[in-house]
């Protein structure tokens, strides 16, 4: 469902209309307006650390996201199974395309939990598969299910490496960017839209999944001061960074580029953790951009 915009706010007092303000980006969330408020007043109280760390971090994160394989290898994401449900997409028929291939891209495909579960769904679809930390890549093409006729991993920094490197011009029907979008600094994000455009044909789909602004992670990050880098960007304990986005955000950024959006919309997960007995507000971000 699209997101409606909200209707003019009129003869309102100052403190009506910022709360109102407050809440208009998050109007499809069914997350309550007092844990709303609760999270910005947090977060604003939040302070960037010092710029030379600020920079530390966001020069070395490709350094910070191969060394996190290193250690992880397989272990630390699930299989993405949902992803079909939320992207019918990826269930489409060769007749539905003129080359009876559905020709697909995972950008910051990390080690492939979301490629091989719809690779093996669906025997039309050619699936290439990039990241700029080389150990993932390695880790993708270890796979048992990776065979390169249905897909092709390489080494590739969305932010400055041509993806036509590999990919021919306006080739691909889909793209998928899974929390990628997070793991780049805000300056840099026009950059990798311009880049995967280049290999989008007209009428192809981008599928978006990332964090939402106010999400618990980010009240856990601004509940302890030092993580902030800039405004809603965070880096963890591992050095890897944490961007929180508005539909406004994404909408504009996608848009500028010549993209049309299709859905862009908040996602409210409530996650019960048992062990502390507390009820943890996860949101997120979906949206789906069409190339003109
Ligand atoms: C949170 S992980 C998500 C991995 C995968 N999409 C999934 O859903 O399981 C973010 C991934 O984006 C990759 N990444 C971050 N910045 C990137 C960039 N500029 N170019 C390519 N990959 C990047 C990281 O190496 C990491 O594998």
Not at 83 to 105: A, M, V
Not at 127 to 135: E, G, H, I, K
Not at 205 to 222: E, T, W
Request: charged share 25%; aromatic share 10%.
């Amino acid at each position: 469902m699209a997101e409606q915009p909200p209707a003019p706010a009129t003869d309102l007092s100052p403190m009506e209309a910022r709360r109102l303000k407050l809440l208009q980006p998050l109007q499809l969330s069914i997350i309550s307006p007092e844990k709303l408020e609760h999270a910005q007043q947090i977060i604003e109280k939040d302070k960037a650390i010092k710029p030379f760390w600020v920079n530390k971090y966001k020069n070395e994160a490709a350094k910070n996201w191969d060394r996190f394989y290193k250690r992880n290898e397989t272990r630390f994401y699930k299989d993405r199974h949902w992803i079909e449900r939320e992207f019918t997409i990826y269930k489409q028929q060769p007749t539905d395309t003129k080359s009876g291939t559905l020709n697909c891209l995972e950008v910051g495909c990390g080690v492939g939990n979301f490629i091989f579960p719809v690779l093996e769904r669906n025997p039309h679809l050619f699936m290439y598969a990039c990241d700029f930390a080389p150990q993932a890549i390695e880790l993708v093409k270890q796979h048992e299910s990776y065979k390169s006729g249905r897909c092709s991993a390489f080494v590739c920094d969305l932010t400055k490496d041509p993806l036509t490197d590999t990919i021919p011009v306006g080739s691909l029907d889909v793209v998928s960017s899974i929390f990628v979008f997070s793991a780049i600094p805000v300056e840099k994000l026009e950059a990798a839209v311009r880049n995967i455009k280049e290999v989008m044909k007209p009428g192809g789909m981008l599928c978006f999944r990332d964090y939402a602004l106010y999400d618990a992670a980010q009240v856990k990050f601004s509940s302890n001061p030092g993580h902030m880098l800039d405004t809603n960007l965070y880096v963890r304990q591992d050095g890897t960074l944490s961007l929180f986005f508005s539909t406004e955000q994404i909408r504009d950024l996608f848009e500028k580029e010549g993209f049309t959006t299709a859905e862009c919309e908040y996602v409210h997960r409530e996650t019960i953790n048992r062990a502390m007995d507390i009820c943890i507000d996860r949101r997120f971000l979906q949206a789906k951009f069409i190339k003109q």
